[in-house]
């Protein structure tokens, strides 16, 4: 029966312990000498060691060899019982799942038995922060003078949260977390032990995946391994893994230095979608951008785990990042590495990082094409210049006007004013009649589908969209109203990647078509497409007639 690469090589000496030497070191020298504690207290991080150097020790004290300097020896019947777990004298509690002063008591009760095989009973607590406040009482007495055959062994990830009288109790250990070349070099052993190949570059990926964790990295090496005879390269580890490309990581790292929005969605995009997993891209964000706060603090003098092709580019990435907002950034990638998986939008968190991160002047937006500005404004233009030029000078005007109101009014001096105020009449009634026909014509020209007007109602149709389909909302609002053709409104969308989200989702454009032809009251379609791969349409009749509203300007710049 295959065992898991954790439990098969799992350290059986204290010289075998990965990076952890200035603990095991003082254990063993406490075996040699005979003067081993009644209590220790290990503390550290998941995946350093601690149960491990627990299990050691109660071996160690119980081993049969003559030699204290060689326990524990892994050759006489008490050390292999413990390897095979059948010791009845070393028991393991799980504070999580006993943590009732009453769990505590029966410890106590028991206690007092003397061994059954060895000679001495270990008692090892795993997870002791887990314990009430009651039941860490009731250990208090037992824990300062336990009988002479037992020992204790207390383990936590959470040291803070162990009372004071009980550390006071204990020899306290802190474990440390694994460097990358410690990590590294385990992996290394353990590859050739199972007899197969791994490229240094996967190791390395696996390495900075486990943030200092042996135990994470010997379990994600193991969901690596392969057919015999094959290599574990770095290509199916990203794939596995979830873990983004280091050049990936360096180009949003430019393209947040240069400001550059578009690219570093583009980036972050195309990595999700080759499989890379959202919050362990920013994971790998937070570490490189903590690596170039290193850099930029302490240069060269800082030691650490970089590949020398990469130390040139984050040394000139450190060199133009400025200090502040590259905290911001360590802090931003964070929290958004922190952020729970649930949401249906898992890549949200590192958008929003990524853009936030962004400077607030918004990027250049592209330039709409003439066809489509508001036509009814572009029509009463030409009104104003014509009456400009075609009115005859005021005093034939005066001529024309004057004989009729002397006949009709004897009254000379009050028909002096009458012609002086007459122009200005006969300007307001011929600009009123000349704009009498604008709201036929502006009905005429406005009668056709236009952009205004999908623009005027575009709030309202994701709106509605979002009561049939919650999913759509969101997607909408990566896009905007781009053109028209005909009945057919065009929604444009920056990134080919929401695009094709459009295109898959069932049914979207024939319920956004519905949609909108239910708020304007007429026949209208829906249609996605790439706002850069877009080519906007020329309508060849209404540009004509624009020209000629343009009373022939158009064809005297053709002319010229």
Sequence with gaps: MSQALTLKWRP????????????????????????????????????????????????????????????????????KAVRDGRFLDLIEIDAASNTGVDDIRELREKINFSPSEGRFKVYIIDEVHM?????????????????????????TTEEHKVPITIKSR?????????????????????????????????????????????????????????APGETITEERAQRVLGTAANTAVLQLTD????????????????????????????RQMVNHMRQLLLLQAAGNAVSLDIPVEHKREMLTQAQRAPRRELIDAVKRFNDAALTPAGSWQPQLPLELAFIEL????PAPMPVMPPAQTDKPQVAEKPVP?????????PDIKKETTAPPQPADSGDPPAAAPKPAQEPAAVAQTETAASSEPAPAAAEAVTSPLDLATISAHWRDLVTRAGDHNKNLPPLLNM??????????????????????????????????????????????????????????????????????????????????
């Design 385 to 393: 210049q014509k009456k400009t030029v075609e009115p005859a000078p």
């Design 255 to 282: 393209a947040w230095l240069e400001a550059r929005g578009g690219d570093g969605l583009a980036i972050i995009h195309n990595a999700l979608a080759t499989g890379t997993d959202a919050r362990q891209f920013c």
């Design 170 to 226: 204990c020899q306290q250990f802190n474990f440390r977390l694994l460097t990358e070349l410690e990590i590294i070099n385990r992996l290394s052993w353990m590859a050739e032990k199972e007899g197969f190949a791994i490229e240094l570059e996967a190791m390395r990926m696996i390495a900075r995946q486990a943030s200092g964790s042996l135990r994470d990295a010997e379990s994600l090496l193991d969901q690596l391994v392969i």
């Design 479 to 560: 896009g905007k109203p781009l053109a028209v053709e005909g009945e057919t409104a065009v929604i444009g969308f920056d990134f080919p990647i929401f695009k094709e989200k459009f295109d898959n989702t069932g049914g979207a454009a024939d319920l956004l078509g519905g949609i909108l032809s239910e708020l304007l009251g007429r026949r209208c379609l829906v249609r996605g497409v790439v706002t850069s791969e877009y080519d906007m349409p020329i309508d060849e009749n209404q540009f004509r007639t624009l020209a000629n509203e343009l009373g022939g300007v158009v064809k005297k710049d053709d002319e010229q």
């Design 131 to 155: 314990l009430s406040t009651a039941a860490f009482n009731a250990l208090l007495k037992t824990l300062e003078e336990p009988p002479p055959h037992v020992k204790f062994v207390l383990a």
């Design 358 to 361: 962004l400077p607030d002047t």
């Design 12 to 79: 059986a000496r204290f010289d075998e312990i990965v990076g952890q030497e200035h603990i095991t070191q003082t254990l063993q020298n406490s075996v040699a000498t005979n003067r081993v504690g009644h209590a220790y207290l290990f503390c550290g991080p998941r995946g350093t060691g601690k149960t491990t150097s627990a299990r050691l020790l109660a071996k160690a004290v119980n081993c049969l060899d003559e030699d204290p300097a060689e326990r524990p020896c892994n050759q006489c019947t008490i050390c």
